[in-house]
């Protein structure tokens, strides 16, 4: 932090001329570029004006415009792709623009909604609360034995670095097209990931803080609750975050080895035999607000239950 | 030279390799134990395919109608007709096959397919660049190789690593140096790892092919897409690892920026760097492996699975799946194998 303060301060000091050479070199840029396609200037424009904007903005970070940064970033890329496919007319089955996303959207609501129910809630949710349960359970059973625990570790940390969602075809062909299959896709696939964190996370407790518990007299599962699943839980979020991202890829990947006729992966997949781009970009926005979304709820509850952590403690 | 100043390197070797026999028990325990629980469920999962077939075969099996059979629990029926479980290990087609026919499937599409393979000495043509003849060949060339298709897929995920790893560094660089692109990229890069993208990869593939981009790239991009993120964050985090006292010193030295960057910054970001690697490589092969999923690609793992699902062949999937994961496993270990021996010479190792 003070160290860039004090670059802050050394770049102010260091006078105007230096960015003024640099307006210059920009502006002689976006003309050359205006002179040779006006559309080109135009984009370049819109560009290095957003990005001066946010220079400008970006000097002295405040809480707002930590914010307003990052949002006036994201809106510029917006504008960018909607400028430049309507500039330059591009062709809808290669890129829609966001405007046409938004329609597809609006109008047809109702078999996003379904579609965001069968893939997100029944496949991808029950999928990942049931993993989730299972590697707790297990690594809470495994925690009793350390011979288990060497053994697991390594095995479980090279598993969750496998290209598991390659299961989906065989998981599809055993529970059907139905949503079971592809919450057992998710089941398999935030498996791993979560029972390493637990296991790692149950050795976080200090000795120090195990020993207290012992001269309470504590029973194993009083200082299991009391203690080392509390101090677990950063651990085990970490894992869940992580996981919500993997819940999504996994339901929607395997819907496109079967589904019934409803799913964001059907959607997506015949969406696309059909060459209805703009539907398979509303398909993907509604999996990011989703995403967003499961991340989001995971990261809040993470605040409300760890709010002792360090991590969290800066946070207001 | 090495092993004449130190005197004992056989004694600390054998210790070596006793430690780590001792320290692997536990894994191997673990994998037989994983191993036993695929084989003992190999039973019921095929046990209502194989009472069906000995059923038709005309044997005496106890609900005789397929009807009371499908109302009995699998329990029960397997109780009952205790002599039809050794036809569910040997079944054709099984829901589930044995983990030995797996490896006898990856055996066939591998070693299994040379024909009269033998050294033929090193000529001076072309095709005598290995030594060895025409049949040999079959085993990386053949459609039906394993090998042939592994190399399919690991080709554009290395491809799309090094462009995706690339990238990703000068992105983390420009963040670190610039306080614009800081604020204005780094929420959406830590954003953008909650989002399913790689669920669209297919599609992506499609449109870059409608555009004219073949090949290796579209693949490639898709993977170096799913690396970038991760040496972008874990590369920043490196860039900024060291401390204000460390920052100092570089100050009472006068150093430039430049120098800074290439004497502190950078060196103190590797640790960093190849825990994202190894992230970062695992997330290009699954890339690559979706993107070759429902899009017809005819080479590949992904399309070996793909094809497998279509027409019911379990044992190829499993094939192409243990392929797989042996890829990821290698790749992995590759990094961390060089990571080892970098941060070794830089005397970081944990």
């Known amino acids: ?316 | 030279m090495t092993a004449l100043t130190n005197p004992a390197p056989r004694r600390t070797l054998l210790a070596h390799l006793f430690a780590s026999l001792r320290g692997a028990l536990p894994v191997v325990v673990v994998v037989a134990a994983l191993l036993g629980l695929w084989l003992a469920a190999v039973a019921p999962m095929n046990f209502r395919l194989a009472l069906d077939a000995a059923m038709r075969g005309g044997e005496d099996v106890t609900p005789a109608t397929p009807d009371e059979q499908g109302e009995t629990g699998l329990v029960r029926l397997m109780i009952d007709n205790p002599g039809v479980i050794p036809a569910a290990y040997a079944f054709e087609r099984p829901r589930l096959p044995r983990p030995q026919d797996v490896v006898v499937e990856m055996y066939e599409n591998t070693i299994g397919l040379a024909r009269g393979c033998e050294f033929t000495g090193w000529g001076a043509g072309r095709e005598h660049w290995t030594g060895l003849s025409e049949g040999c060949l079959r085993v990386v060339n053949n459609r039906r190789s394993l090998l042939f298709h592994a190399w399919q897929t690991l080709a554009p995920t290395l491809l799309g690593f090094a462009i995706g790893t690339g990238l990703g560094i000068l992105l983390a660089v420009g963040i670190v140096h610039n306080r614009t692109m800081d604020l204005s990229v780094m929420p959406w890069a830590i954003a953008s790892q909650t989002i399913p993208i790689l669920a669209i990869a297919p599609m992506v593939i499609v449109v870059l092919n409608a555009v004219g981009v073949q090949g290796l790239l579209p693949k490639s991009l898709i993977s170096s897409y799913l690396s970038f993120f991760p040496v972008v964050v874990g590369m920043v985090k490196g860039l900024r690892s060291p401390r204000g006292m460390e920052l100092d010193l570089m100050r009472t030295y006068s150093a430039s920026g430049a120098q800074v960057f290439w004497k502190l910054r950078l060196p103190a970001s590797l640790p960093y760097l190849f825990a994202s690697l190894k992230i970062g490589i695992a997330a290009a092969l699954v890339g690559t492996i979706v993107a070759e999923l429902p899009t017809g690609a005819r080479f590949g793992l992904g399309a070996r699975l793909l094809s497998g699902s279509y027409y019911g062949q379990t044992v190829q999937i499993w094939a192409a799946l243990l392929m797989a994961a042996l890829c990821a496993a290698v790749l992995v270990w590759l990094i961390g194998a060089v990571e080892r021996r970098v941060l070794d010479r830089m005397g970081l190792a944990r």
Request: proline share 4%; glycine share 10%.
């Open chain 1, 1 to 316: 932090m003070n160290a860039g303060g004090n670059e802050v301060l050394r770049r102010t000091s260091r006078g105007t001329s230096k960015s003024l050479v640099r307006l210059g070199l920009i502006a002689g840029l976006v003309v050359i570029a205006a002179a040779l396609d006006w559309r080109a200037g135009l984009l370049l424009a819109i560009w290095f004006g957003a990005w001066g904007l946010n220079t400008v903005l970006s000097v002295r970070p405040t809480q707002v415009t930590r914010f307003a940064v990052p949002v006036i970033f994201g809106l510029t890329l917006l504008v960018l792709w909607q400028v430049s496919v309507r500039l330059y007319d591009v062709n809808q089955v290669i890129l829609p623009a966001p405007s046409d996303i938004w329609v597809e959207i609006r109008t047809n609501g109702p078999i996003l909604w379904a579609d965001f129910v069968q893939t997100v809630v029944k496949g991808a949710l029950s999928g990942y609360i049931i993993g989730a349960a299972l590697a707790i359970g297990t690594a809470i059973a495994v925690d009793r034995s350390p011979f288990l625990q060497r053994g697991l570790l390594p095995v479980g940390n090279f598993i969750a670095a496998l290209p598991i969602v390659g299961t989906a075809p065989i998981l599809v062909m055993w529970f059907g097209f139905g949503w079971q299959s592809k919450a057992a896709v998710v089941v398999v696939m935030v498996f791993f990931p979560i029972l390493v964190n637990t296991v790692a996370g149950l050795k976080a407790s200090d000795a120090m803080q195990r020993d207290l518990m012992r001269t309470y007299a504590a029973s194993y599962w009083q200082g299991l609750f009391r203690l080392r699943l509390p101090a677990a839980l950063p651990f085990i979020f970490n894992g869940l975050k992580v996981c919500t991202t993997l819940a999504l890829i996994g339901a929607i990947v395997a819907e496109f080895f079967g589904s019934p006729i409803v799913g964001m992966g059907f959607r997506i997949k015949t969406s696309f035999g059909a060459l209805e781009l703009a539907m398979v970009w509303a398909e993907i926005a509604v999996a990011a607000v989703a995403g967003s979304a499961l991340y989001g709820l995971v990261a809040w509850i993470e605040a409300r239950m760890t709010f002792w952590h360090p991590s969290q403690r800066g946070k207001t």
